[in-house]
């Protein structure tokens, strides 16, 4: 597996991840399946990472000119990204990750 590829996959887990506690927590589904509106934000999610054409430069997405989350869906990933960072704070191989993610949607 290439770096790039790497890296992709490695966002897409942890945003898994954060959608996964959300989910679990806020919807009260079960921890293994998500509700129909969290799986449509995690397919949604996957076809951005999927396409972004920075993924692998240094470049973070907050200085990327491609607005890669229609506003509406930015909204709702706030809401997930806030509920479940602070769960995750205490696994630090995730932060980094975590930094970069919160920029997707600081633009
Ligand atoms: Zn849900």
Not at 42 to 47: A, F
Request: aromatic share 6%; charged share 30%; glycine share 4%.
């Amino acid at each position: 597996m290439d770096k790039i590829q790497y890296k992709k996959e490695q966002e897409l887990e942890t945003i898994a991840e954060m959608i996964n506690i959300y989910c679990r927590d806020i919807h009260k589904t079960d921890g293994t399946n998500l509700c129909p509106e969290c799986q449509d934000m995690l397919d949604y999610v996957k076809k951005r990472i999927a396409l972004c054409p920075r993924g692998g430069e240094a470049v973070s997405c907050g200085n990327c000119k491609t607005h890669c989350y229609a506003p509406k869906r930015r909204q709702k990933m706030r809401a997930i990204m806030n509920y479940s960072a602070s769960k995750m704070l205490l696994d630090s191989p995730i932060m980094a990750i975590r930094n970069k993610i919160a920029q997707w949607f600081l633009l």
